[in-house]
């Protein structure tokens, strides 16, 4: 008989009970809700937003169904709903014919993305290997997803084939530096064939200029990948996300001891929170030191009293500071205010 005790699971070597599995299964439900961080109601967790009700109707039906969708016997319905999204996803870039594959995530995404523009410059890698092309040259940002090493590696190209291309303060790629990148990669005796391009990064939000790059890549015969956020579909949504990080911002610079990172591009806003021990002490030898101690601090207040989530880092020689993204539709003006009053209580005495 299985058993449940303090949270761990252990076996209990008795004879079978029939309402065992039960029991184990209702003990088993209490301690996940009691122990998980429960992203559905926390709409303050860093690059989580909620849950959208349509998609968990949606994930009820399939779950129940529990489906596979690899022919129209088996899957009428859901091949023929597969067939019109493709469809609708195809005319937002102008293409009225073509094909598609719905990903598990933007991670292999990005790989599939990578294998296609290798499959484009050597289609011969398909049949015949890695040993009929030359060494491969990928090209990103240095603030990209780091899926991009991930799908270089798994696709056989190698990480040190990944050519990261330098930033602006704001987390926008460079194109001359680009361009350089290109020129130094084929010195080395490898065939530049893929770019990156980023609209909208995991930490800053920040938006690459894709149509330089775009002219780069063509002249250098290369494929451009936009690993990008946000669809037609999700306008009203998205339009809240960046009317409550508008206030948010506007909010922020009203009160003392919070300073922004970087004006925020998108729905990602970095800033610290100085706390009042440190202000106008910038020019301190060891001001850096502790101001890089003052996130985790308030993170682990935070966590502890179970009012947010909000994530940290540092950047580029920026020590810690946070990030709260604006994702959750159901943000409303009265969360950006708790947000910034919680954080202004718990970082006030350090």
């Known amino acids: 008989m299985n058993k449940i005790t303090n949270g761990h699971h252990h076996v209990d070597e008795t004879e079978p009970n029939p309402s065992a599995g039960e029991q184990f299964l209702s003990e088993a439900f209490k301690v996940i ?16 937003a909620g849950v959208d009700y349509h998609a968990l109707t949606g994930r ?40 598609g594959i719905f990903c598990p995530g933007g991670s292999i995404s990005n790989m599939y993305a990578m294998n296609v523009a290798r499959y484009w410059a050597f289609p011969q890698v398909k049949t015949q290997g890695l040993w009929s092309v030359p060494r491969l040259a990928v090209f990103t940002s240095q603030e990209s997803h780091y899926s991009l090493k991930k799908s270089a590696a798994f696709l056989g190209i190698g990480t040190e084939n990944v050519y990261h291309v330098k930033v602006d303060e704001s987390g926008r790629m460079i194109p001359e530096d680009l361009e350089a990148k290109i020129v130094h990669a084929k010195s080395q005796g490898a065939f530049p064939f893929f770019v990156n391009a980023t609209a909208g990064s995991t930490v800053q939000g920040a ?12 002249s250098n015969g290369m494929w451009m990948h936009v690993d990008a956020v946000g669809t037609q579909g999700l306008a009203d949504r998205v339009d809240k996300a960046f009317a409550n990080r508008r206030y948010l911002v506007e909010e ?3 009160r003392a001891g919070f300073q922004l990172v970087s004006e925020p591009q998108f729905v990602n806003v970095c800033f610290w929170f100085v706390p009042p021990s440190l202000r106008g002490k910038e020019n301190d030898t060891n001001y850096q030191d502790k101001l890089a101690k003052v996130a985790p601090l308030i993170k682990e207040r935070m966590v502890k009293g179970g009012t947010m989530m909000v994530g940290y880092q540092p950047l580029d020689g920026r020590v810690n500071f946070f990030r709260m993204v604006i994702l959750s539709p159901h943000l409303q003006h009265r969360d950006m205010d708790f947000f910034l009053d919680e954080i202004e209580r718990l970082g006030k005495d350090l």
């Not at 969708?69 to 293409?95: K, N």
């Not at 149509?211 to 780069?216: K, L, N």
């Open 60 to 99: 009820l039906l399939t779950e129940t169904l529990n489906t596979s969708q690899y022919t129209y016997e088996v899957a009428p319905v859901f091949v023929l709903m597969e067939e019109v999204i493709l469809r609708s996803m195809r005319s937002l870039v102008g293409w009225s014919e073509g094909d």
């Open 207 to 218: 938006f690459d200029p894709l149509e330089r790059i775009a002219d780069i890549s063509e």
């Open 33 to 48: 809700l009691d122990e998980a961080v429960r992203k559905a109601t926390d709409v303050k967790e860093k690059l989580f």
């Open 252 to 254: 922020m610079k009203k």
